[in-house]
């Protein structure tokens, strides 16, 4: 399935998996020839993000495209030199290996948009709703995989806002070690990319983004 960029679309998942242009609206499927969304993952009142694919890499990688609300045009000019320097930011910080990976950034039509690794996995707050409250030692290994991110990021003077279970997610392939065991530091608590951008005010900003 292919799903519209058009966020007036009224029906944006009607579409098949190949398409070039969408079927009831006639937008391109394709974000800058290259990334196609196939479903809307999350949404607020400043934008949506879109589980999508890589189609310029043979495997078709998922990603996640970050949207971002129209320009209004007597502030176009500002917002987009801040999102400009938004991306600079993100893609400085997407190095550090538990934060999501900047793959690209447009300016298409009245609508910006960034493009992120996505991350498979489980958010916090989705596995305190399996499995309940985390044992004493379990709260430890979170804390000492993620306070390292927390000052790569102050390192580079920038400030997280939003630190909250749903903006931290571990990877399917990380397990919980509980007690002590020999392997310290399984959780690989990273920001999740893989909900809404923040809103272009004053700085990056969100549980994906940074200020």
């Known amino acids: 399935m292919s799903y519209c960029l058009n966020p007036n679309c009224k029906k944006p998942a009607n579409n098949p998996a190949g398409a070039k242009f969408c079927l009831n609206c006639g937008t391109s499927l394709l974000l800058g020839d290259r990334y196609r969304p196939t479903k809307s993952i999350a949404r607020e009142g400043f934008g949506v993000a879109l589980l999508a694919r890589d189609e310029f890499k043979p495997s078709q990688p998922p990603c996640v495209i970050k949207q971002f609300l129209p320009l209004e045009h007597n502030n176009a000019p500002k ?15 997407g190095k550090h290996p538990q934060i999501p990976e900047l793959l690209a950034h447009f300016e298409e039509g009245d609508r910006l948009y960034i493009v992120q690794e996505f991350i498979d996995g489980k958010t916090l707050t989705q596995e305190l709703v399996q499995n309940g409250l985390f044992r004493e030692q379990q709260i430890r290994d979170l804390l000492q995989d993620l306070l390292p991110v927390l000052q790569f990021i102050h390192n580079g003077q920038v400030i997280h806002r939003d630190i909250k279970p ?6 399917k392939s990380s397990t919980y070690q509980e007690g002590a065991k020999m392997n310290t530091n399984p959780y690989r608590g990273e920001v999740n990319s893989n909900s809404c951008p923040p809103p272009l005010q004053g700085g990056v900003r969100g549980g994906r983004s940074f200020s």
């Open 166 to 171: 749903d903006n931290i997610i571990r990877r």
């Open 79 to 93: 917002a987009v030199e801040l999102f400009r320097r938004e991306a600079i930011r993100l893609e400085e910080l």
